[in-house]
T-cell receptor, first 115, second 113 residues
Framework: AQSVSQHNHHVILSEAASLELGCNYS??????LFWYVQYPGQHLQLLLK??????LVKGIKGFEAEFIKSKFSFNLRKPSVQWSDTAEYFC?????????????FGKGTKLSVKP | DAMVIQNPRYQVTQFGKPVTLSCSQT?????MYWYQQKSSQAPKLLFH???????NEADTPDNFQSRRPNTSFCFLDIRSPGLGDAAMYLC????????????FGPGTRLTVL
């Protein structure tokens, strides 16, 4: 069965620190990859996505993620976090050309940024 | 500019008492989804509609049903809620023609007493 693993349950950083959140998936075929963010009290929002092409994907608010096919990874990065980045981050995957709705989420990583 | 709206945001029901959660969308998307998210867990897909075509996940309990009377609305019916059904229920939509980018509503938090 497909699965998505997020390595860290809770990450605490100071402002201006660099961020990397790990995401690994298990699926042998071609995949679409997503990072969603959920700010406190708000709904899940798309942060960035990878479908094909350049494996380094840039998203909103200075986030980027790199798809490394050989490692089945899609880690999220930001060079310098801000207090407003405090949120929960979910990695998700579905297989390319797959049936609508087959989006598999990781358990999420809670990021707390100290001012 | 609300795009995916869920009502109510908080719902309290009693053990065994049927409850209905509502989702509406202004995006005119063909596909609508219902997810269940329990505390500290990943959102789990329950089912989805592609237009009126209903698709149930294999492990979704029979206790959960859904209705989609038109493009804009989709309902989640829990026929006999148990304590284990307490969770956040997320509605999402997407538009075919490309890989899934799903747009989520704010969720309804269900408490079962």
């Amino acid at each position: 069965a497909q699965s998505v693993s997020q390595h860290n349950h809770h990450v605490i950083l100071s402002e201006a620190a660099s961020l990397e959140l790990g995401c690994n998936y298990s699926y042998g075929g071609t995949v679409n990859l997503f990072w969603y963010v959920q700010y406190p009290g708000q709904h899940l929002q798309l942060l960035l996505k990878y479908f094909s092409g350049d494996p380094l994907v840039k998203g909103i608010k200075g986030f980027e993620a790199e798809f490394i096919k050989s490692k089945f990874s899609f880690n999220l990065r930001k060079p310098s976090v801000q207090w407003s980045d405090t949120a929960e981050y979910f990695c998700a995957v579905n297989h390319h050309g797959g049936s609508q709705g087959n989006l598999i989420f990781g358990k999420g990583t809670k990021l707390s940024v100290k001012p | 500019d609300a795009m995916v709206i869920q009502n109510p945001r908080y719902q309290v029901t009693q053990f065994g008492k049927p409850v209905t959660l509502s989702c509406s969308q202004t995006l005119n998307h063909n596909v609508m989804y219902w997810y269940q998210q329990k505390s500290s867990q990943a959102p789990k897909l329950l089912f989805h509609y592609y237009d009126k075509d209903f698709n149930n996940e294999a492990d979704t309990p029979d206790n959960f049903q859904s209705r989609r009377p038109n493009t804009s609305f989709c309902f989640l019916d829990i026929r006999s809620p148990g304590l284990g059904d307490a969770a956040m229920y997320l509605c999402a939509t997407s538009s075919p023609g490309g890989p899934d980018t799903q747009y989520f509503g704010p969720g309804t938090r269900l408490t079962v007493l």
